[in-house]
């Protein structure tokens, strides 16, 4: 079994509409999640980071954790061109070392 | 806004040569880290380095990677004799470490193309 596991997409949406990605994972242990964005042959861009459950507003985004079900979201308002790229989840058991990222989907944001 | 950055951004080398890429973290950030991705694969992690040793490592890093953190600025992967296999994008990434482990700054990568 994978230890993160994200849907690879690609999701194509219109501007403006409300995106949800999500996540999926195995290692009860993990208790620190992070979604990055990442543009076509480019580092990943953190985006959020939350720790154990609950949820994290900025801005446009949501990020949210059910360590219950190990599922984790994220939610884009009011989406843009601009949104399009690959979204990566991260998460990690809690020490500064291993991370482990899902897949990435892919976004596109069709004006 | 200070960022990570890498050098070279592209690296191509031949089957068995030596490489070394290199990483200037964030100044005040205090552990690093390598991954990799294949291209049209996930993100992998390599190594994180804190207070000059190695924390963890995954089972890609052998004994053809190494790390260094020669001076108070740079952050070195090795490849001692690189294989076709190891053609990727190389990601250096920094953490401050006082929020969690989760704020991580990569730099833009360094692809290397092994022929």
């Known amino acids: 079994q994978k230890e993160v596991e994200q849907d690879p997409g690609p999701l194509s949406v219109p501007e403006g509409a409300i995106v949800s990605l999500n996540c999926t994972y195995s290692n009860s242990a993990f208790q620190y999640f992070m979604w990055y964005r990442q543009y076509s042959r480019k580092g990943p861009e953190l985006l959020m980071y939350?720790?154990?459950?609950g949820n994290k507003e900025d801005g446009r985004f949501t990020a949210q954790v059910d360590k219950s079900s190990k599922y984790i979201s994220l939610f884009i308002r009011d989406s843009q061109p601009s949104d399009s790229a690959t979204y990566l989840c991260a998460m990690s058991a809690g020490n500064f070392n291993k991370f482990y990222f899902g897949s990435g989907t892919k976004l596109n944001v069709k004006p | 806004e200070p960022e990570v950055t890498q050098t070279p951004s592209h690296q191509v080398t031949q089957m068995g040569q030596e490489v070394i890429l290199r990483c200037v973290p964030i100044s005040n950030h205090l552990y690093f880290y390598w991954y990799r991705q294949i291209l049209g694969q996930k993100v992998e992690f390599l190594v994180s380095?804190?207070?000059?040793?190695?924390?963890?490592k995954s089972e890609i890093f052998d004994d053809q990677f190494s790390v260094e953190r020669p001076d108070g600025s740079n952050f070195t992967l090795k490849i001692r004799s690189t294989k076709l296999e190891d053609s990727a994008m190389y990601f250096c990434a920094s953490s401050k470490g006082d929020r969690g482990p989760g704020e991580q700054y990569f730099g833009p990568g360094t692809r290397l193309t092994v022929t």
């Open positions: 380095f804190y207070n000059n040793e190695i924390s963890e």
């Open positions: 939350t720790y154990s459950s």
